[in-house]
């Protein structure tokens, strides 16, 4: 399996992100992505390439423009008012209040995004951008004939939504690829997330659209980040009716029922005929992993890969979350070789 | 003129709030109310007395139950999970996102929150309600037949809404104080809030409502907190429309032009015939405050003062803002001496 690789996430780096009232330092470090690639190199899994170069066009085919011009020039507007340290928001929209754009950066964040733990960085409209850029390469090869592709993408991107960021990702890196996949003419594009996390921002982008399936499995939201999305009832609405699934799980979760759900989620992958599978690619549902709950073991994430491989399909691996950064490189890479001696 | 006050308020002393991307000493810290105490002492404005106590009756009159219960209980369950450590947020709803509240401290503090500014502490439970209990003392007081009563609240509220805290504050004593003078037998209230900022915890709380006018002067929310509510089109809904006049004002703006949106609020509020009055009194339009843009000199807070006393009716100062600590008490004492000289 190829592997696409940007050095250019290593821009991403931010200092510091709120979490138990303190800022700490970034859960997200380019680390992580530097360990995943070690591994694919250790175990052999294929060649590693650089990506190409897409533009902005097929970012604006799934966000919006004030978003991405927002994102390109956040950083300077930033260091403008407040000098050169991380950017973070400050406040957000109460209910009842107004999503009208501000003029003021302060204002701006708080518009586009959802939490105080995704710092804009003086790298990060690079890093965002060549990330975006890794998944469409995986995504062309996999269009032109190859089986599956691995899109070590970093930053992740499922948390983003059309017009807005949190959660450690900017662009909606799987978003983007399902969408290439459609305009490159897949007829029907599955995404399937198996990050510890709800994939709200994916959710988001494709809820009203019958030609992308949409299944994650996650921590439930009444336990876990992002906490106001990734319940059971939200199967689609209009033409995408049906064409949503999730499966909150609860904390504590093991290999057993995680498997229930995701054999489920694989059959109603199944029953939607996709042409394309695009996988959010998050091994955060590790039993180490320090800001997740479930109990999944090393071992377990061969079994994910072998399954998703029964389906048949082109298949796009995106990189999404992980934070036991020691053991990112062997799990992610347990999916990718399970999925090739399927 | 009698002022309220509670010793209680120190209890309320945040670590840190976030802001320019990093967690910084509370500008809203308890020197504030010490430092307006001893001005109106020293000005020899009158008695100092301390509250009586409302209990949660009065709170849930403009607050709802799971909010209050909500406050009640936040920092225990934070400790339980966190620790001994300031409690902020760490992330809010994105645009589609569910309204439903989670069942952890970290989810229900984003369900109920707007910034990443107000840090629950051990003693901030004890430190609200007693100030609202001085709003609610002062109210008594002037329903009681007093023209006028000085209201020394600290936290501050007029952020606050129905259910949500935020910008310093948790309950909205003013809010609260304007409920209680149409519980004790006014027909109608005026509430007039000359903080810097926007009072959108008051405007949500009434903005349906014909029986309590609100007009606020503050920053614009293109360009200042809370961001995303304040403009001038914002005139109340249903039974409310017409009771909601606000004045968003630019960065830079000096006495001349304040004047005239002061001038237009008070003839506003004489229209609408009110028989009482609450002031949310910050003080934050000063020259010299660190977070704010207006031009306010001292001498100009008697004129407020004196103008707010033209109207001759009971009349409830709350006080809310003022983070240029060392004139805090200069600041808000001319108002109430610039009113009792009228």
């Not at 050095?7 to 680390?31: N, Y």
């Not at 049906?242 to 989620?265: F, H, S, V």
């Not at 180490?288 to 072998?306: E, H, N």
């Not at 298949?315 to 399927?342: K, W």
Request: proline fraction near 5%; hydrophobic fraction near 40%.
């Amino acid at each position: 399996m190829i592997t696409i690789f940007s050095e250019d996430h290593r821009l991403q780096d931010g200092k510091a992100e709120l979490i138990d009232g303190k800022l700490v330092p970034c859960f997200e470090m380019p680390k992580r992505a530097e360990i995943v690639r070690a591994r694919v190199a250790e175990v052999g899994l294929g060649d590693i390439e650089g990506p190409l170069h897409f533009g902005r066009e097929p970012l604006l085919r799934v966000h919006k423009p004030e978003f991405v011009s927002f994102l390109e020039t956040a950083w300077d507007e930033w260091k403008r008012e407040h000098g050169d340290y991380d950017a973070l928001p400050l406040n957000w929209l109460a209910p009842g209040m107004r999503r009208k754009l501000p003029e003021r950066i302060d204002g701006k964040m708080g518009y586009f995004s959802f939490d105080a733990g995704t710092p804009i960085t003086a790298g990060t409209w690079r890093a965002i951008t060549a990330s975006a850029n890794v998944a469409l390469t995986g995504q062309a090869r996999v269009a032109k004939g190859e089986r599956a592709v691995f899109a070590l993408c970093r930053p992740p991107g499922h948390h983003a939504g059309s017009d807005f960021y949190g959660g450690y990702c900017f662009f909606n890196n799987a978003a983007i690829a399902a969408q290439a996949f459609r305009d490159s003419g897949a007829k029907k594009v599955a995404v399937l997330d198996v990050d510890y996390h709800h994939g709200n921002g994916t959710q988001e982008i494709f809820y009203s659209r019958g030609d992308v399936f949409f299944a994650s499995l996650h921590g439930h939201p009444a336990q876990e980040y992002p906490y106001f999305l990734g319940y059971e009832d939200e199967t689609g609405e209009g033409a995408g009716e049906g064409c949503n699934a999730n499966y909150p799980l609860r904390w504590g979760t093991g290999w057993d029922d995680y498997e229930t759900a995701l054999d489920d989620a694989i059959a109603k992958t199944r029953r939607f005929k996709p042409d394309a599978l695009v996988i959010s690619l998050g091994v955060d549902t590790f039993r180490q992993d320090p800001i997740s709950k479930f109990k999944l073991d090393s071992p377990d994430y061969l079994q994910i890969g072998r399954k998703i491989a029964a389906l048949k399909l082109p298949t796009l691996f995106v990189m999404e979350g992980g934070y036991a950064v020691e053991e990112i490189g062997i799990n992610a890479v347990n999916v990718l070789t399970g999925f090739e001696e399927a």
